[in-house]
């Protein structure tokens, strides 16, 4: 597998570093650590031709800082590691990098932490996500002070609990091929979670049908959960099914992986179009933007 860990030097990126240490990532393993300088627009003059020049070289040696600490966090993985600096837009100097070398997989974290912050995502991060042409980790780490979001732990993780999405599309049927190639253990705890929009009926004529048509989502949704919980046991992990029935997916499944205090959710994306990519998928988009912890995007 060869993934591509886009850092900056931040809190938030070390911990994402850390995040990937513990990450049953699949051998042979290929990581690159990538940082990318963005220049600022600057109109040429006889003034700015003389800090100008002083500035790149000053923002090129905080990303090889970035580089080097980076590479130190992430030593001990058994993995060719390697290390590559780009100018540019970040985030699309990350996609543009992803689908030049053809990763496997791009982890970046994410900076947002409260509630608005987390819709809100970061720039960087919810480009990415919503462009890259592979599947992305964004890694939310966890706060050393709840009420101070720049305040970062980067202590040692672990993933030991983690909620996946299923549905009956086709795009779960390719996340679950992507999620078998991870070495999972039976210390990885993972749910296969279906949800269910609830009928809501006011008409007494047809509340008969409607709970029947309401059982049989319900049994849909539970088989699809325990098929995905079965895959997953196969694939060496400790797995469970189960179902849940909610007016909204995604609050309904964010509201799910929080009350099991998850450290990782996964949702898959069949967005392949140019506009399939940008709107991401609703039910993605709102869990990459509301989840308390650390999402994958599977493409």
């Avoid at 513990?22 to 990538?34: G, H, K």
């Avoid at 058994?78 to 992803?98: F, K, W």
């Amino acid at each position: 597998m060869k993934v591509l860990l886009a850092v900056d030097g931040s809190a938030h990126a070390l911990a994402a570093c850390r995040y990937l240490t513990a990450f049953p990532l699949p051998q042979p393993l290929q990581v690159e650590i990538l940082t990318v300088v963005n220049p600022p627009e600057v109109i040429l003059s006889a003034q700015s031709e003389l800090w100008y020049p002083q500035f790149l070289d000053h923002q090129e040696e905080i990303g090889r800082e970035a580089l080097a600490s980076s590479r130190q966090t992430i030593a001990h993985l058994s993995a060719d590691i390697a290390t590559h600096q780009m100018m540019g837009h970040v985030g699309y100097s990350i996609v543009e990098r992803a689908a030049a070398e053809k990763f496997d997989l791009v982890v970046v974290a994410a900076k947002g932490h409260s509630a608005i912050e987390r819709v809100l995502l970061g720039s960087v991060s919810d480009y990415v996500a919503t462009h890259s042409p592979c599947s992305v980790l964004v890694v939310r780490p966890e706060l050393t002070d709840s009420e101070d979001s720049a305040s970062v732990s980067t202590d040692n993780v672990s993933i030991e609990d983690g909620v996946v999405c299923v549905d009956e599309r086709d795009v779960s049927e390719a996340m679950m091929k992507h999620l078998c190639q991870y070495a999972w253990t039976s210390q990885h705890h993972l749910t296969a979670v279906t949800a269910s929009v609830k009928l809501e009926v006011f008409r007494e004529d047809i509340l008969a049908s409607t709970m029947e048509e309401a059982a049989r989502r319900r049994s849909v949704a539970k088989r699809c959960a325990d098929a995905a919980a079965g895959r997953l046991t196969q694939c060496g992990a400790t797995a469970s099914g189960a179902s849940v029935e909610v007016e909204h997916i995604g609050h309904g499944l964010m509201q799910f992986a929080e009350r099991n205090k998850s450290d990782l959710v996964v949702v898959g994306d069949s967005g392949r179009g140019l506009i399939s990519r940008v709107l991401l998928g609703s039910t993605s988009r709102y869990v990459l933007h509301h989840a308390h912890c650390s999402v994958m995007v599977v493409r």
